[in-house]
């Protein structure tokens, strides 16, 4: 059964970077497409970034310049480097990826709290 296993929250100052990781345990399948969205308290659910599995990425505006989403050598961990980071990045980070060949099938990370102080 695929599970996807985030790690690599948890408490940073203003201006600090921090890097998240997302991989595919139990799973003998390579992500393929791939995002990281956000939730701080109080709002919605928000897409952060995003990854083809032919490399096109996306950002949101936000986070534009500071940000970075990438896969991993082994192909089943997915990553988001995030720098400069803002007190409004707080919030708890999931990832969300397509395994193998079926590109219809979402997979969500447990989610990963995410607090800048200022």
């Known amino acids: 059964q695929e599970r996807m296993v985030e790690s690599g929250g948890g408490l940073v100052q203003a201006g600090g970077s921090q890097r998240l990781s997302c991989v595919a345990s139990g799973s003998i399948f390579s992500i393929q497409n791939m995002a990281w969205y956000r939730q701080a308290p109080g709002k919605q659910r928000e897409l952060v970034a995003f990854m083809t599995s032919n490399g096109i990425t996306n950002y949101a505006d936000s986070v534009k310049g500071r940000f970075t989403i990438s896969k991993g050598d082994d192909r089943k961990t997915t990553y988001l480097q995030m720098t400069s980071l803002k007190p409004e990045d707080t919030g708890v980070y999931y990832c969300?990826?397509?395994?193998?060949?079926?590109?219809?099938?979402?997979?969500w990370g447990q989610g990963t709290q995410v607090t800048v102080s200022s």
């Open positions: 969300n990826v397509t395994l193998g060949a079926d590109p219809d099938t979402w997979y």
